[in-house]
């Protein structure tokens, strides 16, 4: 079974599976394929079977806690859990940092979700995987070959590989979005303050997302409107009322208007991939076919907002780190180390240059939308890199991720088809600040008329042919 959360909820409830057949299920792929892919950093399987149980008994007896009950989700281990210890995948943070829930995982738990234990990341969200360093490393389940995707990676890949059918990520520069992308599912950045990020470890304090990543749009929406809403804990929280997300899922984009900026002016031949252009125009077509109209447009300061997020959060995470930076060096992994420190490198005039930067941004983007509704590019124009190729360096001209940060606007990422190889693509899908009922509904129509989302990686298939013949 290989359901998307919205698809169990409805079985749930319709008596056709049970919370503890989905739990179980998760665990079993996570028993046979999580040493290969690299999912878990901790799991919490004992107790997600009594929670599952918990979730039956109250099914039974006509109890419905939210539209999550019974269902088996993830956490990045950078968001705290009454569970157990926090490490950010580091071995510099102190494992008594952060006690409980995090608001957001309480928020979960309140409707109803089954905690399965602490997914993946890079060192503090940041860098890439160091094999010098005793975590597991992040492997892509459509190529065990190729990356799963940072700093999300085990959010990214245990959806994609259904050892949870939905989790947290977080999003300073990309990080829902990259994996999302690399690993076909779906996944948003809200705009900034629409989700509390308290009981999280921080990296940018300006530029810090967490937000939901799953199958499907539908199940993004779902979750996000359980994540969303004011928390006086954190004091970026937005008091902005909170949509609701699925009613404006209705499949139609009569009457919207969308600019498309592809970006590839900005991308060289290493930096895009020849069979994007196809998936763009296929993209495109499709949301013609809903109803929308696409028109061109050019995003202002693409560079100098993607260098604003990239340097920016740097100075904000040297902030944080310096201490352990100056007395533990060569504990941090070699990314992490080097990524946090450059902010040292940066003067302060520059830092405030770029904030002046970021609101010229919103400003100019403001203006973009009094033309168009939403706004689609690329989320990478590159798939994922192969594991003996996870240099930053090369990857960063194909991210089209960070701008977003600079400016807080909600973007979705959406599976947009296959390159040459197999391995998947994605478009990102953006609004106004405040707007992501446009952005789901958008993200939902395409994904009614499409399938691509609803593709399996060959590790998946295998299991399920596997099961269906045994």
């Given at each position: ?15 056709e599976?049970?919370?503890s057949?989905l ?13 290969d ?17 918990h979730?039956?008994e ?6 419905d806690e ?11 281990d ?12 580091s071995l510099?943070?102190d494992?008594?940092?952060?006690q ?17 234990g ?6 503090y969200?940041i860098?890439?995987p160091d ?20 700093s999300?990676?085990?959010t990214?890949s245990?959806v994609?590989?259904g ?6 990520g977080?999003?300073t520069?990309?990080s ?7 690993c076909g599912?779906?996944?948003i ?39 969303a809403?004011?928390?006086?804990s954190?004091p ?11 009613s404006?899922?209705t499949?139609?984009?009569?009457g919207?208007r ?29 949301l013609?076919?809903?109803?929308a ?5 050019e995003?202002?300061?693409?560079r100098?907002?993607t ?6 959060f740097?100075?904000e ?18 990314g992490?180390?080097m990524?946090?420190a ?9 830092y ?30 590159r798939?994922a890199?192969?594991?003996?190729q ?14 977003w ?8 990422a ?48 295998a ?6 013949t045994?």
């Amino acid at each position: 079974m290989y359901l998307s959360i919205t698809e169990a909820a409805a079985a749930l409830r319709a008596g056709e599976t049970t919370a503890s057949a989905l739990v179980d299920g998760c665990i079993d792929l996570a028993d046979r394929y999580d040493g290969d892919v690299g999912v878990f950093l901790t799991r919490y399987t004992e107790s997600a079977k009594e929670a599952a149980a918990h979730a039956d008994e109250k099914f039974a007896k006509g109890i419905d806690e939210g539209p999550l009950q019974g269902i088996p989700l993830g956490i990045k281990d950078i968001i705290t859990t009454a569970e157990g210890e926090t490490t950010a995948q580091s071995l510099v943070l102190d494992r008594s940092w952060g006690q409980g829930d995090a608001p957001v995982v309480a928020r979960l738990r309140a409707a109803g979700g089954v905690i399965m234990g602490k997914l993946t990341t890079m060192e503090y969200a940041i860098g890439m995987p160091d094999e010098t360093k005793p975590f597991p490393y992040p492997h892509n389940p459509w190529s065990l070959d190729h990356y799963a995707g940072g700093s999300s990676s085990g959010t990214g890949s245990g959806v994609a590989s259904g050892m949870v059918l939905g989790g947290l990520g977080t999003d300073t520069g990309g990080s829902i979005r990259w994996p999302s992308a690399v690993c076909g599912i779906s996944g948003i950045k809200a705009t900034f303050g629409r989700v509390p990020k308290s009981g999280c470890v921080p990296l940018g304090y300006s530029y810090d997302n967490i937000g939901p990543m799953a199958r499907t749009v539908e199940d993004c929406a779902l979750m996000l409107g359980v994540l969303a809403g004011h928390d006086a804990s954190d004091p970026c929280s937005s008091t902005e009322p909170v949509a609701d997300y699925l009613s404006g899922l209705t499949g139609s984009l009569d009457g919207v208007r969308i600019g498309l900026d592809t970006l590839e002016r900005f991308c060289d031949d290493e930096s895009w991939d020849p069979s994007l252009t196809a998936l763009i125009a296929d993209f495109v077509a499709t949301l013609e076919a809903a109803g929308a109209v696409v028109v061109p447009v050019e995003l202002p300061y693409y560079r100098e907002l993607t260098s604003a997020t990239f340097q920016g959060f740097s100075c904000e995470a040297y902030a944080y780190h310096r201490p352990d930076l100056q007395s533990r060096w060569d504990d941090f992994s070699a990314g992490a180390r080097m990524a946090v420190a450059a902010g040292a490198l940066i003067p302060a005039g520059d830092y405030v240059q770029m904030q002046r930067v970021r609101r010229a941004g919103q400003r100019l983007v403001a203006e973009l939308f009094t033309d168009v509704d939403l706004l689609l590019t690329p989320t990478t124009s590159r798939p994922a890199p192969r594991v003996e190729q996870t240099d930053l360096g090369p990857i960063m001209p194909t991210l089209h991720t960070p701008y977003w940060n600079a400016v807080g606007n909600p973007a979705l990422a959406v599976p947009a088809g296959f390159n040459a190889e197999g391995l998947p693509m994605s478009m990102q899908i953006v609004g106004p600040p405040f707007g992501e009922a446009e952005v789901l509904a958008a993200g939902y129509a395409y994904q009614q008329r499409t399938d691509f989302h609803r593709q399996l990686p060959p590790i998946v298939a295998a299991h399920l042919e596997g099961a269906t013949t045994a």
